[in-house]
């Protein structure tokens, strides 16, 4: 019995911290938010033209639902299960971390990072169901 108690107390401050954090960040929007994030870090490479081998289009919120050689990349209202998501971490599934690290002409390289703040736009997006909004 006390267990139970217990159990339930827990739930219950998880759900009134979860609904605070969602208060805290309001609704995120694709248009105003995520997408400047996109077209600061991921264009031009991500770019209807850019004939990108990942066949992954982020140019409009359409090309991003027809997602790329690995499907869709995002699964609404599960961030960590998003191929977007995955791909922004150090140790994706596959391939390279996002966004890709560029040559330049004298042979360094430039290692791009997504900021921690951005990344957690993009996460809260796709948690708020990946709208086109
Ligand atoms: C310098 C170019 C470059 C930049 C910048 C870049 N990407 Fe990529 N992206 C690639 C290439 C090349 C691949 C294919 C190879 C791979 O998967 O590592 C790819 C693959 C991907 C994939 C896998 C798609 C699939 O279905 O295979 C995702 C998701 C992705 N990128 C997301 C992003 C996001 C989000 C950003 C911006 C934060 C970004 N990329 C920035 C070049 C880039």
Redesign the pocket.
Known sequence: MRAAAGISLAVAAALIMGASAQEEKGTVSFKNDVFP??KQ??LP??AEESF?????S?DTYAALME?????L?VVAGKPSES??VQ??SKK?P???P?????KKPDGTVDQ?E?PAKDLAVIRAWIDQGAKDN
């Open positions: 994030i996109i870090n991921c490479c991500h990108n081998p990942s066949e992954l982020l997602g790329g050689k690995h499907g990349p191929i977007m791909k922004l994706p596959f391939g390279d996002m966004p890709l690290a560029k791009r997504i």
